[in-house]
């Protein structure tokens, strides 16, 4: 360690989050460990021998954020080169691309850009391969669907990725999907150099403590990345210098490959199916918009396979599922592993399930009975959610008003922990707890304080650190300092509101994230009890 980490640090002036203490104003830190919470008058005892004083002035004290599912490349990627998240129109996508590609040095590698969605264009339709070649310059370029499970491609780059017309998901005019669009991102990815990979992920560690993130949960495997750029990750993550990262590999039967890499599990976005958007999600019945019922990758077979492994191993799995028949066939595999090797310890490895948007009641309560960990992104509700939204145009808006049902989830005990599928929605933890408390259908609603328990200690249990994420003498020092308008307890019920802001209740509070409110602004950022961020 170093000496700054070694440092004694008392911050006094303000409102510490504890559930130690739910009036508390000051926070000795000690090292990589927070030491004691309590009030301004006690804290005068530990003013001497502190190494630093920080005078808080009113500003909030909270545990750091954890974002629970990540592309740490592809959101670096996103944030220093072509993002077409928030294009209002084709045409005004195809100016972006244009600008972009004039601006490139020729080097002639392949350029990577994201977050097109034609759903809320006027053309309501994705560009021609023709519109992008000429966009392009006739560049060699890859641009992911917002989902990132559907993709468009130049054909300079379609001519350098072998075998491509043969593949599942291929469209000679229009975006990639299925093993078409993988084989072009892997063609793609393979381009970057090493240096391009990490300047890419220094951007994303530098922007998540920006926002007050102090761990990242890396979603990685060989259709989404590489074993080399997970591998990079870790190794500039251990350098100190930002977030903590843990890192999953999803991959089938990958346990000794996850081992290798030195990451936490076995899963992440080992897909079962893939988007609501691209038309991929599996589903019982078919798309309002389209005559089939999306793409199932995995049977229940092959996930029963895959938990038992790694159940044997010691290994937590996980899997990307969103539509209802992927999510069923988790939950039929996830029990028949723990037929094979026993269904206490593939509970208690808490195996996960990524994204996980069509519950219904059998499946929650499945959920709770498999001890299953739900990996969501509020933030997709947000964005799609709705009755104008693209869920309801995939879906009718009955079935899109079931989606993500997160207040059920919670009453049948199941963990949430929430993240972003950066690049797939932005490192936004505030605009997510809002997200998940303000949720477009009014019965999926939690209070802010259930989302902020699942952006922060939600992140910590589903990789088994039951004790961290939460200011408590004792714990790791992963906290965030906010500058807050008044603090209040937000709940769906405006009766438990009501009381709980009571401050009989000994409920703390937090920022009022009423839509049309400001987020907090993150003033400083400690892992590790070392300062990653200052503003």
């Not at 009113?58 to 954890?66: C, D, E, H, I």
């Amino acid at each position: 360690m170093t000496e700054r980490t070694l440092r004694t640090v008392l911050l006094r002036g303000g409102a510490v989050y504890s559930p130690a203490d739910p009036f508390a104003t000051a926070m000795l830190v000690e090292g990589g460990q927070i030491a004691w919470v309590g009030s301004d008058g006690a804290a005068e005892a530990y003013a001497a021998t502190a190494d630093e004083i920080v005078e808080l002035d009113g500003a909030l004290v909270t545990p750091a954020f954890v974002d629970a599912h990540v592309h740490a490349t592809a959101t670096g990627l996103a944030l220093t080169g072509l993002d077409l998240t928030g294009s209002p129109s084709l045409a005004a996508a195809l100016a972006a691309v244009t600008a972009f590609v004039e601006a490139q040095p020729e080097t002639g590698g392949v350029l990577i850009g994201h977050g097109w969605d034609e759903t809320g264009w006027p053309e309501g339709r994705p560009p021609t391969l023709a519109e992008l070649d000429a966009a392009a310059r006739g560049a060699a370029l890859y641009l992911s669907r917002t989902d990132v499970h559907s993709a468009l491609a130049t054909t300079a780059l379609r001519t350098l990725t072998e075998g491509l017309a043969e593949r599942p998901g291929h469209d000679a005019e229009g975006p990639l999907t299925k093993d078409a669009h993988h084989a072009v991102r892997q063609t793609a990815l393979a381009q970057l150099t090493p240096e391009q990979r990490r300047r890419a992920q220094r951007a994303t560690l530098a922007r998540a403590a920006e926002l007050g993130i102090g761990a990242l949960h890396e979603c990685a495997g060989p259709e989404i990345s590489a074993e080399a750029d997970l591998a990079a990750l870790l190794e500039l993550a251990a350098e100190g210098e930002g977030p903590e990262v843990f890192g999953y590999w999803g991959e089938l039967g990958g346990v000794e490959t996850a081992r290798r890499l030195g990451a936490v599990g076995a899963g992440g976005d080992l897909f079962v199916d893939g988007a609501l958007g691209s038309h991929t999600a599996c589903l019982h019945a078919p798309y309002s918009d389209a005559e089939h019922t999306g793409t199932a990758y995995l049977t229940a077979g092959q996930v029963a396979d895959h938990v038992a492994a790694c159940t044997e191993a010691g290994l937590q799995a996980g899997f990307h599922a969103i539509g209802d028949a992927a999510l069923a066939a988790v939950i039929e595999g996830v029990r028949t592993a723990g037929e094979r090797v026993g269904a206490a310890r593939v509970k208690a490895l808490r195996h996960r399930v990524e994204h996980a948007e069509a519950l219904d009641d059998e499946a929650i309560a499945a959920f709770a009975e498999l001890g299953l960990t739900a990996s969501v992104q509020p933030a997709f509700d947000a964005a799609w959610g709705g009755p104008d939204g693209m869920y309801a145009q995939r879906l009718g808006a009955e079935r899109a008003a079931g989606l993500n049902p997160y207040a059920a989830l919670l009453r049948a005990g199941v963990p949430l922990a929430f993240g972003s599928d950066a690049p797939v929605t932005p490192l936004d933890p505030w605009g997510t707890v809002r997200a998940a408390a303000f949720h477009r259908t009014l019965e999926h609603r939690i209070s802010v304080r259930a989302a902020f328990t699942a952006h922060t200690r939600g992140g910590w249990r589903a990789i088994g650190r039951d004790h961290d994420g939460v200011l408590v003498p004792g714990a790791v020092a992963n906290y965030a300092l906010w500058a807050a308008d008044e603090l209040v307890v937000q709940a769906p019920d405006s009766r438990v509101a009501g009381w709980s802001t009571d401050p009989r209740s000994g409920t703390p509070g937090l920022p009022d994230l009423t839509p049309g409110h400001e987020l907090p602004v993150c003033l400083r950022t400690v892992v590790r009890g070392r300062t990653v961020y200052e503003r």
